[in-house]
């Protein structure tokens, strides 16, 4: 069974934070930057919403603008979804179908962001592990390592 911590690295590779404080405008760049996902975090971390280009987008068209004014936690979700290091890929996997989701926060036992992942790489991880198991299988029907 595979978990989402065997997925960390990629995770964190994903992971693009800011403060619920900061401009609209500077969250608007990460995007630009190529962001797929912004997780909004308090100063200890703690993730208190998510940004995508679709809020940022919404509130632009509400408000006919952005200025330095506008700050994230004017756009940002709250309602939100998120896995933990400890679930299993097929749960994720689940959970991002349920909710017709492509990317997932993933957070610590503390509920600190610690990574982003999306729906390929849950999905690699899974082909992974069944190609994996079924070579174990193989091995073992074939008599491969045992005497």
């Known amino acids: 069974m595979a978990f989402i911590r065997q997925l ?3 995770a964190k590779s994903r992971l693009v934070k800011i403060s619920p404080d900061a401009p ?5 760049a990460l995007f630009k930057h190529g962001a797929e996902m912004i997780v909004v975090c308090r100063a200890d971390r703690k993730l208190v919403g998510l940004l995508t ?3 940022v987008l919404r509130v632009f068209v509400s408000l006919g603008m952005l200025d330095r004014s506008t700050t994230v936690s004017t756009a940002m979700q709250t309602n939100i979804v998120s896995c933990r290091l400890t679930d299993t890929l ?14 997932l926060p993933v ?5 600190r962001a610690v990574g982003v992942l999306n729906a390929r790489d849950i999905l690699a991880g899974i082909l992974s592990e069944t190609e994996n198991e079924e070579e174990i299988f193989k091995q073992y029907v074939t008599g491969f390592g045992y005497c």
Do not use: C, I, M
Request: aromatic content about 6%; cysteine-free.
């Open 8 to 10: 960390a690295t990629t």
């Open 24 to 28: 609209l405008l500077n969250a608007a």
């Open 53 to 55: 280009k679709s809020d």
């Open 90 to 103: 097929e749960t994720v996997w689940q959970t991002l179908r349920k909710h017709d989701f492509r990317h």
């Open 107 to 111: 957070l610590d036992k503390e509920g």
